[in-house]
């Protein structure tokens, strides 16, 4: 098997090639970097690529191999793996943009993020940084500063965001795994459009220290792979408390790989309905009744008071992200793109009691979906409304609602995120001619094990998949 073909692929198999001395961790890197410039003018993923650093980090390891088994970096989970990242989280060297412009003339990050010294310190390999919408504040990756990243599997279309980089690059082949952020959809939405595996953790679990900010009451971050075992691998890598991130929880790792075995079963599941089948077009039905059908469920349960957690959700956001930013929204407002502006000026003016009212509502939504977990184990629900609509469009119809598209490609992801559960996003093909969508698996809080569980029975059975597309 070339490199190439192994970079198509999972990263256990790249692991272990690079184990067995089939491929050098050098082949990995140099197949994942000839892909992207094989494939990059075209899919505008990545903002930065780190080659230097990647074959440096490559050599490096290669040397380290061939001093034999005992040299423990044979028994690291990713050992070779190139990967990415979105690019507000910082990477040595270079400006932390945040898919701004502004941030352009921020000094160069001295060094990696946390969550990128984790997967390195697992073996992975990083090859550079990638596109985003402004801010993080966005579903289309649209961005007026670094180009639109389009969707490997139709040219045409958005790739989702704000993580649109992470989710076009696993699709488009450039690497294996990326990693992402996701306030209110920005892994889920990006997963769902692309057709790949994205996992949103409990809020606190991954720390997210040195990476920017967007809303820190509500900023999770996460990874992005073509498997659900890259998930969990990537995802154990990243795990352990961090003082430095105020909003990391004090728990130790609970690792997720050696239970993707057991399945489904013994679990009890339902689908989310009421809003979350209302709210959904007919090809986001149908996926979730496919996924619900591969794994015997029946049962249908609801949330109450959905639209008003997600009017919640907006409400902090707003207030939140307008904050972080009012230094530059006074002194260079030409410099923000014209729709993050007009939102956060927007947010900069919310009266204090809306707030404290939408931290109410955030608070009793997630009592009721507490209760729902005492006798669901978990739920089903779709990613998005709709298939990735076309670059440029700005109106979508739900069910006889006509629709802006930037807000609402989150309009299922939204209240989920508000109360900081747990998802696995897994793709489902076949029920749109070429374009995948996605349907989130949802955990009680701190387990991310039953929600990958689940996953890992669905890819088993072929149900989900998340096939590279076919730009070459």
Known sequence: MTSLDLLS??????????????????????????RIATTEGRVNAFTDVTASRAFDRA??????????????????????????????FDVRGLATLAGSKIERDSAPAARDALLVER?????????????????????TTENTHYGATHNPHDLACVAGGSSGGSAAAVAAGQVSIT?????????RVPASLCGVFGLKPTFGRLPRTRSYPFVAGLDHVGPFARSVRDLALSYDAMQGHDAHDAGCARRSAEPTLSGLARGAAGLRIAVLGGYFHDQAGPEARVAVERVARALGVVRSVELPEVARARAAAFLITQAEGSNLHLRDLKARPQDFEPVSRDRFLAGALLPAAWLVQAQRARR?????????????????APATPCVAPTIGTEWIEIDGQRLPVRPN???????????GLPVCTVPVWGVHERLPIGVQIIAAPWHEDLALRVAQALETAGVVQAPVAPLL
């Open 9 to 34: 692929g999972d990263a256990t198999a790249m692991v272990a090639a690079v184990r067995s001395g089939e491929c050098r961790v050098t082949d990995l890197v140099q197949a994942s970097l000839a």
């Open 364 to 380: 009793w939504f997630a009592m009721r979906a507490a209760e729902l977990f005492v006798d669901v184990d978990v739920l089903l």
């Open 409 to 419: 490609l989150g309009l299922l992801t939204q209240p989920i995120s508000c109360i």
């Open 179 to 187: 990693l992402g952020s996701d306030t209110n959809g920005s892994i």
């Open 59 to 88: 050599a490096s390891l290669d040397a380290r191999l061939t001093r034999g088994r005992a040299d423990p970096v044979h028994g690291l989970p990713l050992l070779g793996v190139p990967f990415a990242v979105k690019n507000l």
């Open 119 to 139: 997967m390195e310190a697992a073996g992975a390999v990083l090859v550079g940084a990638l596109n985003m919408d402004e801010y993080a504040y966005g579903f």
